[in-house]
């Protein structure tokens, strides 16, 4: 709807104090100080921009959807990486924006259509239901339900709220996840045939370990993301030993690249078989 240095001067002219995200975005700005509620001038209630964490950006920009493909974002709510999708792909094609909350997909519905997203279907499924439900998509971007750890700074509660065990239960429900997007993926996609993995944690329980299961139990390999900001995935730490792959995947910090904590990974689907069970 929109050209980011137009809207970056009509949001300057209302009082707002913002620069561009920095080189590795085009269309993300940053905003330091505004005089004005930025959630309900004219420009944000026309469609014009979405609020969001700069981290938000870098799964997408990872996705890297193309026009008329057939793309799937998992966990879509409350719609701001959708609607990024939806740009990428010009509006055509199919997106099947999902979320698992029936009361999420509401607001997920209302930020699409205040963006001018009409190539996307809400749906309100569990995502482990969707290979059943819906497959055959060129890229599935599952930005996986998690502990939160990376958002601390919004949420002073994470720390006190989430232990171990509990970590370990969510890690269990992203294993079952990624299978699923997996396997809702096309691995004779013509352009596509990826699947991006991203949580705003910074565990290693929600990361490498969930990608390292994957990449275990299905034929999928670890690419490059093509964003150049992030710091390397781990592929050893304390008693972990994860595949040599997994310095593909990133990470951000709040403190190195001033955004949430968050973690991306990107994997290419080879073939639709399932590894054997290996017994330990």
Same mark, same amino acid.
């Not at 971007?141 to 958002?151: H, K």
């Not at 352009?191 to 991006?196: K, N």
């Not at 910090?253 to 399932?274: C, E, R, W």
């Given at each position: 709807?929109?050209?980011?240095?137009?809207?970056?001067?009509?949001?300057?002219?209302?009082?707002?104090?913002?620069?561009?995200?920095?080189?590795?975005?085009?269309?993300?700005?940053?905003? $330091?100080?505004?005089?004005?509620?930025?959630?309900?001038?004219?420009? $944000?209630?026309?469609?014009?921009?979405?609020?969001?964490?700069?981290?938000?950006?870098?799964?997408?920009?990872?996705?890297?959807?193309?026009?008329?493909?057939? /793309?799937?974002?998992?966990?879509?709510?409350?719609?701001?990486?959708?609607?990024?999708?939806?740009?990428?792909?010009?509006?055509?094609?199919?997106?099947?924006?999902?979320?698992?909350?029936?009361?999420?997909?509401?607001?997920?519905?209302?930020?699409?259509? !205040?963006?001018? /997203?009409?190539?996307?279907?809400?749906?309100?499924?569990?995502?482990?239901?969707?290979?059943?439900?819906?497959?055959?998509?060129?890229?599935?971007?599952?930005?996986?339900?998690?502990?939160?750890?990376?958002? /601390?700074?919004?949420?002073?509660?994470?720390?006190?709220?989430?232990?171990?065990?509990?970590?370990?239960?969510?890690?269990?429900?992203?294993?079952?996840?990624?299978?699923?997007?997996?396997?809702?993926?096309?691995?004779?996609?013509?352009?596509?045939?990826? /699947?991006? $993995?991203?949580?705003?944690?910074?565990?290693?329980?929600?990361?490498?370990?969930?990608?390292?299961?994957?990449?275990?139990?299905?034929?999928?390999?670890?690419?490059?993301?093509?964003?150049?900001?992030?710091?390397?995935?781990?592929?050893?730490?304390?008693?972990?030993?994860?595949?040599?792959?997994?310095?593909?995947?990133? !990470?951000? $910090?709040?403190?190195?690249?001033?955004?949430?904590?968050?973690?991306?990974?990107?994997?290419?689907?080879?073939?639709?078989?399932?590894?054997?069970?290996?017994?330990?």
């Amino acid at each position: 709807k929109t050209r980011r240095r137009d809207l970056a001067q009509t949001l300057i002219n209302r009082g707002v104090n913002l620069d561009p995200i920095g080189k590795w975005s085009k269309v993300g700005l940053v905003v $330091y100080n505004t005089s004005v509620p930025l959630g309900a001038t004219p420009e $944000y209630l026309a469609g014009h921009y979405m609020l969001q964490g700069a981290s938000s950006f870098v799964p997408v920009m990872a996705l890297a959807p193309k026009p008329n493909e057939r /793309v799937l974002d998992m966990c879509a709510a409350p719609g701001g990486k959708s609607a990024y999708i939806a740009a990428l792909m010009k509006n055509t094609g199919m997106l099947v924006s999902n979320d698992a909350n029936k009361d999420r997909t509401k607001a997920l519905t209302a930020n699409l259509h !205040r963006l001018g /997203v009409h190539n996307a279907v809400v749906c309100n499924y569990d995502g482990l239901a969707f290979p059943k439900v819906m497959g055959s998509f060129d890229r599935v971007l599952l930005d996986a339900p998690c502990s939160g750890t990376g958002v /601390v700074s919004k949420d002073h509660s994470v720390k006190q709220s989430k232990d171990e065990d509990e970590v370990l239960k969510i890690a269990e429900v992203q294993k079952r996840l990624l299978l699923a997007a997996i396997d809702s993926c096309d691995h004779n996609s013509k352009t596509g045939g990826y /699947v991006v $993995y991203s949580t705003c944690s910074v565990l290693v329980q929600e990361n490498e370990w969930v990608v390292d299961y994957a990449l275990k139990k299905r034929n999928v390999k670890l690419v490059h993301l093509g964003v150049d900001i992030g710091k390397e995935g781990f592929t050893r730490i304390n008693k972990y030993r994860f595949d040599p792959t997994l310095s593909k995947t990133k !990470r951000y $910090y709040p403190h190195t690249h001033n955004m949430d904590g968050f973690f991306v990974a990107k994997l290419q689907k080879i073939s639709a078989q399932i590894k054997p069970q290996r017994r330990s």
